[in-house]
């Protein structure tokens, strides 16, 4: 990679107490008309100082000129007022089938008890978590009925709603990247989330326990609904993670196999870096190999935190990228989140190329230790071939550790548009 330009510009000014998140698409296969879901994040203290995360608002917003002016339709809830006072909603995405236009809006829902903390193993969030989606043959005008993710083979219904998985006891959610296969179905990863640890896990080393499984998906004869197929469960065992695996991101491999790679966390008190483990499959994301670390070409390890990552393949250079917060060094935790790199995914030789690692956003002098430079959604823009990341400049004066105030979770959202050279 000779390089890249990148430009940084306001995107969603924050009202006060909220950091806007935006995630858009194309509404067809052609054109510049796009969709894009605004919602606003807030934090709520409780008296004891335990922290909540909550989705406040939500609205849509369109472009008809490519993204460079934008009309906002109104709220993009999928819920009615009644179920939002009881469940927590959280929009996971807009994506584009491609052969049919069919706009696809995912989201997740669960059930919270403030008393509990927000990330606590067994918690009412985890357990109640559920997937759900809608579909819209207009760019999303008008919507279908909501439908909540389920297996459609006999025996899975909308407790147990997928294998190994029973609503109030476990929860899992949509939180992989997605690729469409050449049969055109959908196939993207899910985390579930268990209230026990396996038995090889030491007493003290999760403070929760994630596994992963992909979910394959096509269209029902007149596109009404998605008829949903988990395969095997993925799994990533102590020592290698203290937490398992989860957030998974895909891309295809130059000889047709999919390749997984995992968030995974580790832990000084037990030696354990954080490393970012991956599978292949050669069947369509059923099966996966054993989880081995992503390396580059020279077979070292690449070090990052415990945070999201994504794939990208370009239509401008043909080339695929990984993006990460790639770092000199390992860590055990979650941190830094910083810097935001993108580098060359090699498919052929299945590693990232050392010498193309470029830095997208690093830490600004005086900002807090804790930013994060990592939830970020992405397009690639009609016509330039840029990548577009748009996320929230989050936490923008103030660590999140030493937050006690509302307010101080404000943060604007900006994009940064990547131009890749060669």
């Not at 000779?2 to 107490?17: D, F, K, L, N, Q």
């Not at 997928?162 to 196939?187: I, K, N, S």
């Not at 103030?398 to 890749?420: G, K, N």
Request: glycine share 8%; aromatic share 10%.
């Amino acid at each position: 990679m000779t390089g890249i330009h990148v430009t940084r510009s306001m995107y969603v000014e924050a009202p006060p107490a909220v950091a806007p998140y935006a995630k858009s698409t194309y509404v067809s296969r052609d054109g510049c008309e796009v969709l894009e879901r605004v919602k606003y994040q807030t934090m709520t203290v409780q008296a004891d100082g335990r922290k909540h995360y909550h989705e406040q608002r939500g609205y849509f917003r369109r472009s008809l000129d490519n993204g460079v002016t934008w009309k906002e339709e109104g709220a993009s809830s999928p819920l009615g007022p009644q179920e939002r006072e009881r469940l927590q909603v959280l929009s996971l995405g807009l994506i584009l089938d491609p052969r049919t236009d069919m706009l696809i809006d995912l989201f997740l829902t669960n059930e919270f008890d403030v008393t509990e903390g927000m990330f606590k193993r067994g918690n009412r969030i985890q357990r109640t978590q559920r997937t759900w989606y809608r579909l819209s043959a207009d760019g999303g005008r008008t919507w279908g009925d909501v439908q909540q993710v389920i297996d459609s083979r006999t025996g899975y219904d909308e407790t147990h709603w997928a294998p190994g998985t029973t609503w109030g006891q476990e929860g899992g959610r949509a939180t992989g990247q997605h690729l469409f296969l050449p049969d055109g179905d959908l196939v993207m990863g899910f985390t579930f989330m268990h209230p026990e640890v396996p038995a090889t896990y030491p007493p003290d080393a999760a403070a929760y326990y994630v596994t992963i499984r992909y979910a394959r998906a096509r269209f029902n004869g007149d596109c009404s609904a998605l008829e949903w197929r988990f395969g095997d469960e993925i799994a990533v065992d102590f020592p290698q993670s203290t937490m398992g695996a989860a957030e998974p991101a895909l891309t295809r491999l130059a000889d047709g196999r999919l390749y997984n790679t995992m968030r995974c966390q580790g832990s000084k008190e037990h030696g354990t870096y954080a490393v970012r483990y991956c599978t292949l499959s050669s069947d369509e994301g059923v099966t996966w190999t054993e989880p081995e670390p992503l390396v580059y070409d020279d077979g070292s390890t690449v070090w990052t935190p415990a945070s999201p990552h994504r794939f990208f393949t370009s239509s401008k250079t043909g080339k695929t990228y990984l993006l990460a917060n790639i770092l000199d060094a390992p860590v055990y935790h979650q941190h830094p989140r910083y810097p935001l790199a993108i580098a060359e995914f090699d498919p052929e030789a299945v590693c990232v190329r050392r010498d193309t690692v470029e830095v997208i956003q690093d830490l600004p002098p005086g900002a807090p230790t804790e930013r994060r430079y990592t939830n970020f959604s992405m397009r690639e823009e009609r016509g330039t071939g840029d990548l577009l990341l748009v996320m929230p400049e989050q936490p923008r004066e103030v660590d999140y550790s030493d937050m006690t105030d509302p307010e101080q979770f404000t943060a604007d959202c900006f994009q940064w548009r990547v131009a890749l050279l060669d």
